[in-house]
T-cell receptor, first 112, second 115 residues
Framework: KQEVTQIPAALSVPEGENLVLNCSFTDSAIYNLQWFRQDPGKGLTSLLLIQSSQREQTSGRLNASLDKSSGRSTLYIAASQPGDSATYLCAVYTGTASKLTFGTGTRLQVTL | EPEVTQTPSHQVTQMGQEVILRCVPISNHLYFYWYRQILGQKVEFLVSFYNNEISEKSEIFDDQFSVERPDGSNFTLKIRSTKLEDSAMYFC?????????????FGSGTRLTVV
């Protein structure tokens, strides 16, 4: 059974800092991994999608990497801003489970 | 950018009542899903739907739940007799294929409160 863990559970950083969010998964037989942003009480906004054959994806200040063999992904946020404050979720699609399995999320607060 | 639309955004219902949550997936997507998130917990898979039938469902998706694509554009989740523990945010999602080669697009959710 696929298990997805995200560390840290919460993070508070001053504006301008670069930061790394971690995601690990137990079953490496994934098709892809997707990072989402969730604002309080709101829906899931897709940030980056990495296919199992890819090593990283970039969008603006965001960079996501994938090491499938070790079951890890990181989301790097450069020059953080208060508007980045949200919960970040990673989710993996595993062929054996035929569904997205979500992590517990990292709640990020960027302070002025 | 194409969106998945969910209505209503918030629904309050009495325990034992039936509720229908509605979703309009992205028009060229073929796979449709319902997930839910109980407050403070992980997002959990409920059901996937393809070619007018359920393709996968979780143990949460018991006989109280049903899904339907009544008219080729809407995708609905019905809970027959709501329980307090059904209170959660329900998310609809769609994708072009089962593995989500182009990713999964989620709607903004329906917050269901059972009182």
């Amino acid at each position: 059974k696929q298990e997805v863990t995200q560390i840290p559970a919460a993070l508070s950083v001053p504006e301008g800092e670069n930061l790394v969010l971690n995601c690990s998964f137990t079953d490496s037989a994934i098709y892809n991994l997707q990072w989402f942003r969730q604002d309080p009480g709101k829906g899931l906004t897709s940030l980056l999608l990495i296919q199992s054959s890819q090593r990283e994806q970039t969008s603006g200040r965001l960079n996501a990497s994938l090491d499938k063999s070790s079951g890890r992904s990181t989301l790097y946020i450069a020059a953080s801003q208060p508007g980045d404050s949200a919960t970040y979720l990673c989710a993996v699609y595993t062929g054996t489970a035929s569904k997205l399995t979500f992590g517990t999320g990292t709640r990020l607060q960027v302070t002025l | 950018e194409p969106e998945v639309t969910q209505t209503p955004s918030h629904q309050v219902t009495q325990m034992g009542q039936e509720v229908i949550l509605r979703c309009v997936p992205i028009s060229n997507h073929l796979y449709f899903y319902w997930y839910r998130q109980i407050l403070g917990q992980k997002v959990e898979f409920l059901v996937s739907f393809y070619n007018n039938e359920i393709s996968e469902k979780s143990e949460i998706f018991d006989d109280q739940f049903s899904v339907e694509r009544p008219d080729g554009s809407n995708f609905t989740l019905k809970i027959r007799s709501t329980k307090l523990e059904d209170s959660a945010m329900y998310f609809c999602a769609s994708s072009t294929n089962r593995q989500g080669v182009q990713g999964y697009t989620f709607g903004s959710g329906t917050r269901l409160t059972v009182v």
